[in-house]
């Protein structure tokens, strides 16, 4: 998973100094600044923005002005947070589709770098919210593109548009465009070709599919993988096409992934989706505040919401729960159980406050187990203990040791199953205004 060597690096370095008893002096906070830049710059991160981040860093954290009283661990952890939102938070919007009017979105970007899967799985992340979306195929240059398109489309069901003897992508896209227009889609997504480097050709082509179908927005979409390249490709991009919001794929990847964060600081562009697989469900939102906080293993429980309300699982009870800032352990269980429904755990684990450390490291295969071994102890539970906030099992250990023979576990497992409840409970009650602000908010972009 891109970055998140980086942000257990980065988490590792934070925890030393903060841990009860470690030395908090000026000389300890230099050495967790030098790790956490290292650990920036190894993942590919520009060292312009490197530097710029030390400096910010160290400028909130003034060991010489700092008040005796001031809790430095807070102070501390709050800056090196709010520092790495900045590296991904360009501070502008993204274009917001309206339902009721025809929203056109073109993609550009290099071959393979995966605008052809990613348009679908945009088209089909609209559909699931009520807009109705389309795709035109203007990839007239690499052999298949059209045919790779229509495959994706009909899976989705997503009606499409192309045409395998039209070889001006200019005229394909306009026909498209306009048919769609025609009958009144919602979101009618353009796929242009890429070429296997930045070349004029390319840029010229994209210029003229844009004055042709006038495109609401352009998304560049840019490859994980590609390193400290992609900030020069993004500029290049950028000035010829001028797009408003990065895609980043292939995050599931081993690649680093600091070149892409690098991409949208140069472009003063926000990344508004990553792609997280091949699969048609792996397009996950992108918000600079989840995305740190799940990187630092801290969790994201808005978007863990999100993805259980796209899939239209069995939720209603915890939904209503969530709204009121309560989380009981039959809430946990009914999510465990929704987890494994899921996809790869790795991807939905990192969405839950302290799981994927708990689970660091572990292979798919092992995490499940462990998922399941936790869902068994649950069901050890009496309906009473279920429904509880988990209080009544503190100072019991006959309880904890019942519940661990009925599940065939142990009670350190009890234990653990327990601590993670009452984390995800202190992150409910936290995100209770957030949930409504969510809901509130749902059906725009
Ligand atoms: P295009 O040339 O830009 O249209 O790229 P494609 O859509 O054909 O994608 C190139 C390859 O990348 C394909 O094999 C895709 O399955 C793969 N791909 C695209 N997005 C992702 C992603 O988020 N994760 C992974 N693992 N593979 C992806």
Request: charged letters at 25%; proline letters at 3%; a neutral charge.
């Amino acid at each position: 998973m891109v970055l998140l060597d980086l942000g257990r690096r980065i988490n590792a370095a934070v925890n030393d100094l903060t841990r009860p008893g470690s030395s908090l002096d000026e000389k300890a906070f230099e050495v967790m600044v030098k790790e956490i830049c290292n650990a920036l710059m190894e993942a590919d991160v520009n060292i312009k923005l490197v530097s710029n981040l030390r400096k910010s860093i160290k400028k909130t954290v003034n060991f010489e002005d700092m008040a005796s009283g001031t809790n430095k661990k807070r102070l501390i952890q709050k800056a090196v947070f709010d520092e790495l939102v900045k590296l991904v938070d360009p501070h502008a919007e993204p274009f917001k589709p309206k339902k009721g009017r025809p929203n056109v979105i073109m993609f550009v970007g290099l071959q393979g770098a995966g605008k052809t899967t990613t348009c679908t799985k945009l088209a089909r992340w609209y559909n699931a919210r009520g807009f109705r979306s389309c795709l035109v195929c203007a990839d007239t240059f690499r052999a298949g593109a059209f045919d790779q398109l229509k495959q994706n489309a009909t899976k989705a069901k997503i009606p499409y548009y192309g045409s395998l003897t039209q070889t001006d992508p200019v005229q394909v896209a306009r026909e498209g465009v306009e048919k769609f227009k025609k009958e009144r889609f919602d979101i009618i997504i353009v796929d242009t070709s890429g070429r296997h480097r930045q070349e004029q050709d390319l840029f010229d082509e994209m210029v003229q599919i844009q004055n042709a179908v006038e495109p609401d927005e352009t998304i560049m979409v840019l490859d994980a993988s590609i390193g400290q390249s992609a900030e020069s490709q993004a500029r290049a991009f950028k000035d010829a096409a001028h797009f408003g919001a990065i895609i980043i794929t292939k995050t599931d990847g081993a690649a680093s992934g600091g070149g892409a964060i690098s991409a949208v600081a140069a472009t003063h562009t926000p990344i508004v989706f990553i792609g997280t697989g091949e699969h048609m469900l792996d397009l996950e939102r992108f918000a600079p505040q989840p995305f740190i906080s799940k990187l630092l293993g801290m969790g994201d429980m808005a978007g863990l919401v999100e993805h259980v309300q796209s899939l239209k699982l069995d939720h209603q009870g915890t939904m209503q729960h969530l709204a009121e800032g309560v989380w009981t352990i039959r809430d946990l269980r009914d999510q465990l159980s929704n987890i494994m429904k899921m996809g790869p755990l790795s991807k939905v684990a990192s969405m839950i406050p302290g799981l994927s450390n708990m689970m660091g490291g572990m292979e798919d295969e092992e995490g499940t187990a462990k998922l399941k071994r936790m869902i068994f102890i649950c069901d050890a539970m009496t309906e009473k203990e279920l429904d509880s906030d988990g209080k009544l099992f503190i100072d019991q250990p006959t309880r904890m040791t019942r519940v661990a023979r009925g599940s065939g576990t142990s009670v350190r497992e009890v234990e653990d199953t327990l601590t993670q409840h009452r984390m995800m409970a202190k992150m409910a009650k936290r995100m209770k205004g957030d949930l409504a602000n969510m809901q509130r908010n749902q059906g725009a972009m």
